[in-house]
């Protein structure tokens, strides 16, 4: 389900008007059936995937937390992890890497064993598979308790507005506001409109007209000349931008209209003075999360020149992979 679509409108106000209708201590459960409806919308039998990653992380959260024994907590923390990144390494990555090796073995004469997989690849994994590693690695830390309530941890891994492709959400930011009971304010149904509307502006009106221009000269790049290739490399620097902050507005404004604040996932990135400026306004989420949870613990910048190179070149390539093979 897209947010541009006319099945998301009947969707966000049949939910939203259900949310403020029913008791506070259902409305969990009516979030986590409208998410897991949003989520099956695209292909109803990828839930299970979803399923298996929430089962694992709610029990690797709760043991880890519980045990005393520091490399017992870390086995529970790395089961954890290999779990996540085993189903995205399956459905993201499998036939990538299987490809690349059927032409180094071809090379060598050797035929390649490995089967090619049928498989589509889950919409949102990415996404969700890092709010959910970034909740295993803020209890690991001890920065986060662990959510003892399943029903709500599911829910802060899918919930709806920012599950697909919206911000990766840090666990102390959305459960307690998952606790919290909300009621219906003017100021936040106006805030989430204009949210919305904004993001609805920068998809539709700017995204998807721009596309138009530059798809038809990536589709034919030998037949086109200099000034056209200026212009639909502008034209795609802003398409880009309008499209991915577009969606990060509508997802805020449908968690702002039922008094939910998501993070501010873009902040003006082109007026960035420097490449790390430019990081710290690009996909903030995202940017942030490979800081705190692999640039950082690898030693970031404060170690020796060619390890700080190394660390850098880790997190480039790591980020490189994650928005696709």
């Not at 009621?183 to 596309?211: C, H, P, Q, S, W």
Request: charged residues 15%; aromatic residues 20%; proline residues 3%.
């Amino acid at each position: 389900m897209l947010f541009n679509s006319i099945e998301f409108l009947f969707f966000f106000i049949v939910v939203t008007t259900a949310f403020f209708l029913i008791p506070h201590k259902f409305r969990w459960f009516l979030l986590l059936a409208a998410s897991s409806y949003f989520y099956m919308f695209f292909k109803p039998v990828y839930i299970l995937i979803l399923a298996f990653t929430i089962f694992i992380d709610y029990f690797a959260g709760i043991l880890i937390e519980n045990e005393h024994d520091k490399k017992r907590k870390k086995i529970f923390l790395i089961a954890s992890i290999v779990s996540n990144i085993g189903v995205l390494a399956i459905f993201k990555y499998y036939n990538f890497f299987n490809e690349n090796l059927t032409v180094l073995a071809n090379s060598f004469g050797v035929e390649n064993k490995f089967p090619v997989l049928e498989i589509l690849l889950p919409i949102g994994l990415s996404f969700h598979t890092f709010q959910a590693m970034s909740y295993t690695f803020e209890v690991y830390y001890g920065r986060q308790k662990a959510e003892k309530h399943m029903g709500i941890y599911a829910l802060y891994v899918m919930f709806y507005p920012q599950l697909v492709s919206g911000q990766i959400e840090r666990p102390q930011h959305i459960l307690p506001q998952l606790h919290q009971k909300k009621y219906f304010t003017y100021e936040n149904a106006i805030a989430g409109l204009n949210l919305i509307a904004l993001g609805l502006f920068k998809k539709i009106v700017v995204a998807d007209r721009l596309a138009v221009y530059v798809n038809s000269f990536y589709n034919d790049v030998e037949g086109a000349n200099s000034i056209s290739a200026f212009f639909a490399v502008c034209f795609f620097s802003i398409q880009i931008y309008c499209d991915f902050s577009g969606y990060s507005d509508i997802a805020r404004g449908t968690a702002k209209f039922m008094g939910y604040d998501l993070m501010v996932n873009f902040k003006n990135p082109y007026s960035a003075q420097s490449i790390s400026d430019f990081c710290n306004r690009w996909h903030i989420s995202l940017s942030t999360w490979f800081r705190d949870y692999l640039y950082i613990p690898l030693g970031g910048s404060w170690v020796p020149k060619w390890k700080w190179i190394r660390n850098l070149t880790i997190v480039f390539l790591l980020s490189g992979l994650w928005h696709g093979a």
